[in-house]
């Protein structure tokens, strides 16, 4: 169960965060607003408490704050994520971590590692990585290291379409994970029950399993059907100006 969770408020730079969608248009700045404060909400009504961070203001995919930590209830890791616009905002992570985290259950990715907690999903005891544009395979090597001693196992996952990770898979618990395109038939995820999106719904890949509940993107009717028959309680939130830059609902929290 999480009882923690931490997000940072878009700043007004949002509209220039980093995308691979241009025909979308940029992000309205006061509509992201409202749409990260309805997140707040989902999360809160998920039972967790919300450590609000400050915008910071001259990064503009800061509110992803899921790239910067990788965070479980025994240790964080500080990351270097591979988007040299992004290196940055790790400066803003370390003392809201401190509020949670001894020195000695604090780690970092450093370079020549990188690495972004968008490709990084928890499976109970296991840790799957993505090696990505932003994830290098010394930043795994670095993340399997600092993991494996708090008795955590690493698998690195090798993508070739997707920004992260957690872009086309999302773990469900209950032994079920959510997998679009490229991972529907990943050998590493052979042992998994799926629930298979559909190409048209491939954003909606990236929900998050709260507490029981699973949040689903606002939009995505046959993703919202699925996560239903499948027996979870669900919420829907609108991420639509996220979207826009690449942003789904599990980059906007840290959770644990
Ligand atoms: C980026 O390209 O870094 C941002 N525009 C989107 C980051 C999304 N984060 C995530 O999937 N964890």
Known sequence: MFTHTIVRTPCPKVCDGITSSPELGKPVYEKALKQHEAYIGALKACGVDVLVLPPMEEYPDSCFVEDVAVVNKKCALITNPGADTRKGEILGIVDALKKFYREDQIGRITAPGTLEGGDVMKCGS????????????????????????????????????????????????NNTMLVSGEFIDKPEFASFDKIVIPEEEAYAANCIWMNGTVIVPEGYEAVLRAVKDAGYP???????????????????????
């Open 126 to 173: 296991t840790y799957y990585v993505g090696l990505s544009a932003r994830t290098n395979a010394e930043g795994i090597r670095q993340f399997a290291a600092f993991m494996g001693k708090f008795g955590f196992e690493t698998v690195e996952v090798p993508l070739t379409h997707v920004l992260h990770l957690k872009t086309g898979v999302n773990y469900l618990e």
């Open 234 to 256: 669900v919420l829907t939130t609108d991420t639509s100006e996220f979207r826009k830059i690449d942003g789904g609902l599990s980059c906007l929290s840290l959770r644990f």
